[in-house]
């Protein structure tokens, strides 16, 4: 009875966060635009999208809640209480890794990068679908050092603004010598590893660890992590282009 009421509650909120979002679409369409919606584009079908839109955020955040932020902090205590610094940043790497490499949105951005350079005649055909899966490798390994790097840095009590500047200087100097056609890639590719399934783990890690460690803060410390993991992709991505593009492209870029 409890989680019924708490999940309709949750849907409650997810009609309340949603709603903007359709009502700007409609106004947009409706009086800016002021054409109607396509013959194939049925009104039962636009309520049915937007119906699943709104189950399928609620039952996400739900989710959250119920498992993936108590399971993250919980992983983090153990293994600060069980005193392993290795298994800790092993773990933290993987975290970081593997949610990335699970991320909706870099697939489809990575995809979708492959296309446009096999479009405008800089990839092979056969090197397209390679050129994507290396792409997100690279960032998902970025991803699981950013986080081995947070984690220290909540170890350690290092400042996070020093790392955050030093990062971005090192992005502005790459961007300088890397292959211009790569730069876009590398700074989309740095949004959107914080997605979905990225962001709650890595926020759920770094709140726990920073709980457990007696002297840090879980507000100054415990979060920054995500700060971290949308810089490192664009220094990797960066380097990709500069050390590793011309095996795809021979040389072209």
């Given amino acids: 009875m409890l989680f019924a009421l ?6 409650k909120n997810s009609l309340r966060d949603l709603t903007p979002i359709v009502l700007v679409m409609g106004f947009f369409q409706l009086v800016v635009i002021r054409q109607p919606l396509p013959d194939t584009f049925a009104l039962a079908d636009l309520a049915l999208g937007v119906a699943c839109v709104l189950l399928g955020l609620t039952l996400f955040i739900k989710g959250l809640e119920l498992g993936l932020f108590p399971l993250g902090e919980r992983l ?3 293994f600060v209480t069980k005193g392993s610094l290795f298994w800790l940043l092993l773990f933290a790497f993987a975290l970081g890794f593997g ?3 699970a991320e909706p949105a870099l697939i489809a951005v990575a995809a979708r990068a492959g296309q446009v350079l096999f479009d405008a005649g800089l990839l ?4 397209q ?3 994507a899966l290396t792409l997100r490798m690279v960032v998902a390994l970025s991803v699981g050092a950013a986080v081995v790097l947070g984690v220290i840095r909540i170890i350690k009590g290092w400042p996070l603004p020093l790392l955050i500047v030093s990062g971005y200087v090192l992005v502005l100097l790459l ?4 292959p211009q056609e790569l ?6 590719s740095g949004g959107v590893t914080t997605s979905t399934i990225t962001v709650p783990l890595v926020t759920a890690l770094g709140v726990g660890l920073a709980s457990s460690i007696k002297g840090r803060n ?5 979060f920054g992590l995500i700060a971290l993991a949308s810089i490192m992709p664009i220094i990797f991505v960066l380097a990709f282009g500069i050390l590793g593009l011309g095996a795809f492209t021979g040389g072209g870029l």
């Fill in 6 to 11: 708490s999940l309709l509650h949750q849907l």
């Fill in 76 to 78: 983090a205590q153990a």
């Fill in 99 to 101: 949610s990335t490499v």
């Fill in 124 to 127: 092979e055909q056969t090197a």
């Fill in 129 to 131: 679908a390679r050129f």
């Fill in 175 to 178: 961007t300088l010598v890397a």
């Fill in 183 to 188: 730069v876009g890639i590398a700074f989309d």
């Fill in 218 to 222: 879980p507000m100054l410390d415990g």
